[in-house]
């Protein structure tokens, strides 16, 4: 099962900021929060991942809790192109051996024009 | 630098007939796992390859079985085809020597539709 939780959906104004959580209350110390994102029926899309930091790309922000026990996903600026279904992941990560992503529901975003 | 792709990018098929769906990995990748995406739902683990061979598996009966090629490129076979295996199939690759960090990277998918 997956080891996060989303709400199902939500919406966002375009031009605006859009924050999406994901509780991950036991998420252990060795495993990392990664964001991907589908747009309707392409491949997930790889945005950002992080330890205990907060991080920051091109494409949004990442803002872990102190605890590690939550996240939000951040979309400074969305637009029409931006509505997809992001996914919030944990994984452990373990040197030199990739592991399974096991992803749940994930939160449908819309961005109204 | 082209990314992970995937053929065909649609297929039909029958119930009983078999499929094989190829992938190519991003450039300087190693690893390959697969994952079975149906309507409406987050995908599933089927299996992942690296150094051509079956590193893990998800929870799939023996009727999925893959194949990891020596350039690193990948094949998932499905035998006897019933019509809950359409789906969306995703081959996502990744570099297993790539540090403390691995991130896999998504091909567009492969649309199997049984009928």
């Known amino acids: 099962d997956a080891k996060t939780t989303q709400p199902p959906s939500m919406d966002c104004a375009e031009g605006r900021a859009a924050n999406l959580p994901c509780n991950h209350s036991?998420?252990?110390?060795?495993?990392?929060v990664y964001w991907y994102r589908q747009i309707h029926s392409q491949g997930p899309q790889y945005i950002i991942h992080?330890?205990?930091n907060n991080e920051t790309n091109e494409m949004a922000s990442l803002i872990i809790t102190e605890d590690r026990k939550s996240s939000t996903l951040i979309l400074p600026h969305a637009t029409l192109r931006d509505t997809a279904v992001y996914y919030c992941?944990?994984?452990?990560?373990?040197?030199?051996?990739?592991?399974?992503?096991?992803f749940g529901k994930g939160t449908r975003l819309h961005i109204l024009p | 630098d082209a990314g992970v792709t995937q053929s065909p990018t649609h297929l039909i098929k029958t119930r009983g007939q078999q499929v094989t769906l190829r992938c190519s990995p991003k450039?300087?990748?190693?690893?390959v796992s697969w994952y079975q995406q149906a309507l409406g739902q987050g995908p599933q683990f089927i299996f992942q390859?690296?150094?051509?061979?079956?590193?893990q598996r998800g929870n799939f009966p023996d009727r999925f079985s893959g194949h990891q090629f020596p350039n690193y490129s990948s094949e998932l076979n499905v035998n006897a085809l019933l019509l809950g295996d359409s789906a969306l199939y995703l081959c996502?690759?990744?570099?297993?020597?790539?540090?403390?960090?691995?991130?896999?990277?998504f091909g567009p998918g492969t649309r199997l539709t049984v009928l």
């Open positions: 450039s300087g990748h190693d690893t």
């Open positions: 036991t998420i252990s110390g060795n495993e990392y």
């Open positions: 996502a690759s990744s570099l297993a020597r790539g540090g403390l960090v691995i991130i896999q990277y």
């Open positions: 390859y690296y150094e051509e061979e079956e590193r």
């Open positions: 992941i944990v994984r452990v990560v373990r040197g030199n051996r990739d592991d399974k992503i096991i």
């Open positions: 992080g330890l205990k």
